[in-house]
């Protein structure tokens, strides 16, 4: 993903709407805390990041963001990765996807003027904005890597730059949810890919998630019944963001920015932020909407308890579809979704 500094990422970025990807739709992993030094995912391997034999510039850098042991998912993906094996992985929101390919490529990686070397497509302009960022924060004793953002439309568009690529080239995909129906699909782009399936559809839903949902009439959405969750001191005078497809290029990053850097703490938006986007302690999310499949419902409620943390999810529940897919949503990943209780202790879904 070649191209210029940070700057340049704000004034290039574009819409990529894809409903049912075919390609890489990365899960953020190595996120940026609030000191920008110690990571916050959870490791859960006895074993460092020294074990992979990465490039001494890559581990290097691992160290300054506060990474001491991988994730299962880097632990299973990274060995395999690095010797440049295509790749179809699954795993669940939060677990450091991104940073298997980033750091695979930045690996692998021998720059040439002029000559791009690693593509990442994914679906909206905000996380070709972060993942971009990933490359910049990995990069940083790489002198000569230099990271851009590529940017498409439809899927048609993705195949013909699959077809433009050299046939000889390493394949990577990443998903919370690969469904047996799409897997084919992904062969298709791969050779001989190695398949990773960290957990199995019923463990897809993050340990730490609180789920609850609401039963109301479409027009009592707006009279703050979820709110119950809340402190009521808490709901006076908030700083609040809407993000949604029809602000200005400027306007979306901005707003991306302010949210992902504390300066707003409650976001209203759409499926835009529903797949990949990595904000630190986000604590709630609220479906105004109940998502039309139960992979969206994943995806959308991912954005909360990610990396072992606490989390919590509260779903407005309007009309029969709703209710069907609830059912579905708790028959499919085997949870048990109650009615949202009249109280809630806070320390319950937020970590003090």
């Not at 110690?38 to 020294?50: A, E, L, P, Q, T």
């Not at 897809?204 to 979820?226: A, C, M, R």
Request: negative net charge; hydrophobic residues 35%; aromatic residues 8%.
């Amino acid at each position: 993903m070649p191209g210029e500094e940070n700057k340049e990422f704000d004034d290039e970025l574009v819409d990529y709407e894809e409903e049912e990807e075919t390609s890489t739709d990365a899960s953020k992993a190595a996120a940026e805390g609030k000191d920008a030094k110690k990571g916050h995912y959870v490791g859960i391997h006895s074993s460092g990041f020294r074990d992979f034999i990465l490039k001494p510039e890559c581990l290097r850098a691992v160290v300054d963001c506060g990474f001491e042991h991988p994730s299962e998912v880097q632990h299973e993906c990274i060995p395999q990765a690095v010797l440049g094996m295509d790749i179809i992985c699954q795993a669940k929101s939060g677990m450091g996807k991104t940073a298997v390919f980033v750091l695979a490529t930045l690996h692998q990686i021998e720059p040439v003027d002029g000559q791009i070397s690693v593509v990442v497509m994914c679906h909206t302009r905000e996380l070709a904005f972060q993942i971009a960022h990933e490359y910049e924060r990995f990069s940083k004793y790489l002198v000569d890597v230099k990271t851009g953002v590529f940017y498409g439309d439809m899927r048609r568009d993705i195949q013909e730059i699959f077809k433009a690529t050299p046939h000889d080239k390493q394949v990577m995909m990443f998903s919370a949810t690969l469904s047996k129906e799409i897997r084919p699909v992904c062969r298709k782009f791969c050779q001989d890919p190695m398949e990773i399936y960290v957990d199995d559809e019923t463990k897809l839903t993050l340990h730490g998630l609180q789920q609850y949902y609401i039963k109301l009439e479409e027009s009592e959405k707006n009279q703050e019944p979820w709110t119950r969750a809340q402190p009521p001191a808490e709901r006076v005078q908030l700083p609040v963001d809407l993000h949604h497809g029809d602000l200005s290029q400027e306007e979306r990053i901005k707003r991306y920015k302010s949210f992902k850097d504390f300066q707003k703490r409650i976001l209203v938006t759409t499926d835009l932020f529903g797949r990949g986007m990595d904000i630190e302690r986000v604590n709630i999310v609220v479906n105004y909407d109940f998502p039309n499949d139960s992979d969206q419902y994943l995806h959308r409620v991912g954005r909360a308890g990610r990396f072992g943390t606490k989390g919590l999810s509260i779903s407005f529940i309007s009309s029969e579809e709703d209710t069907e897919m609830l059912a579905k949503v708790q028959s499919r990943f085997e949870v048990n979704i109650p009615e949202l209780p009249d109280q809630i202790d806070i320390s319950t879904y937020m970590s003090t």
